[in-house]
């Protein structure tokens, strides 16, 4: 009986154990069978410590942002201009997130670089660059780099720029990836970069 | 003659208690297994260790399984499909774990109540003095040989 008991304890230890906050949410939101994802935090946790979404107080998006003709100005990309970067938000009910930024008439040759990081377990968003005419201009695709397993997923958009033009930043859900209407949500980082070809 | 001497002294304490004993002598010849009921026990006991060591193998899975995908402090990594995985894998490996250990031991604990019920019985064979005054001694070259009859 005792050989019997030890054994059982032995083969307990055998169940994963993971605790509470030790990972990131997943894809549409998944996470270990005794947790749930916090959209609050992104973060697996017990069901009794799960908080409803929220953009964070970091967000440097501001709203009405929703329309080419409202889109959040970018200021400080000069020609081989630092990174700049915002952090945005698109709640539930929020529509697409537009930003526009001028290409300095002095600079030559120069590729507009945007890459948009966003997290993995909420829907997938998508960025779009469109011309001085609103014409569109690129769209992203996979990025050289990108490392899901550590909760984002990110998507890049390199396009050549003309001078003294002016471009807008198109951010929006893609769709998918929002645990079937269950988390259509998300916060992303758009990082903006002019850099000469 | 000065080799014989001792030997006659020798004879001349011990004869008279073989002669005069009147007490059974008693002797136990332990029994045998049969060749059928070795192989059963051995059978039963081989299996045993058999089946508990697959058990440990995949306890041993189970292990590896559960540590790879358990943690107790923040990993920095997204819960994805591979976790899930493991999990799966430690939890399906946990129950052969258990079932192997299970069958095993029955085995092994077969094998011991076997060995117990197929003990063979020993048998007593009891010797008895064939009666007094019937030991005889002879002289041999260096010694003598003392010689008694009994009847079992």
Known sequence: ?197 | MSRLLPAICMLALVVPRLAHADKDIVIEIPGERTTEQKILVGSLAGAGFVVGAIGAYFHYDSRQASDDVGSDTYTGHAWTAEDRVLVDQADRSRTRAIVGYSIGGALLIGAIVAYIVTDPPSESVVIRPHGRGSAMLTPTEGGAMAVGTWSF
């Open chain 1, 1 to 197: 009986m005792r050989a019997l008991l030890a054994t059982a304890l032995l083969l307990g230890a055998c169940t994963p154990e993971i605790v509470s906050g030790a990972y990131l949410c997943g894809p549409d939101e998944a996470c270990p069978d005794d947790q749930k994802c916090s959209p609050a935090t992104g973060l697996c946790v017990s069901p009794g410590s799960v908080a409803a979404f929220t953009c964070g107080e970091d967000q440097t998006e501001v709203e009405p942002n929703n329309s080419a003709a409202s889109a959040q100005v970018v200021q400080a990309l000069g020609c081989g201009s630092a990174l700049a970067e915002i952090a945005g938000c698109t709640p539930a009910g929020d529509g697409d997130d537009w930003f526009t930024f001028e290409v300095p008439a002095t600079c030559t040759a120069t590729v507009a670089h945007l890459r948009l990081s966003s997290s993995i377990a909420f829907e997938t968003l998508g960025v779009t660059l469109a011309g001085p005419n609103g014409s569109f201009e690129a769209s992203e695709s996979a990025c050289d780099a990108s490392f899901p397993d550590d909760g984002e997923v990110q998507v890049c958009l390199a396009q050549a720029v003309t001078p003294g033009a002016k471009y807008t930043v198109r951010v929006a859900p893609a769709g998918g990836g929002n645990c079937e209407g269950g988390c259509p949500y998300n916060r992303y980082r758009l990082a903006m970069q002019l850099a000469t070809n």
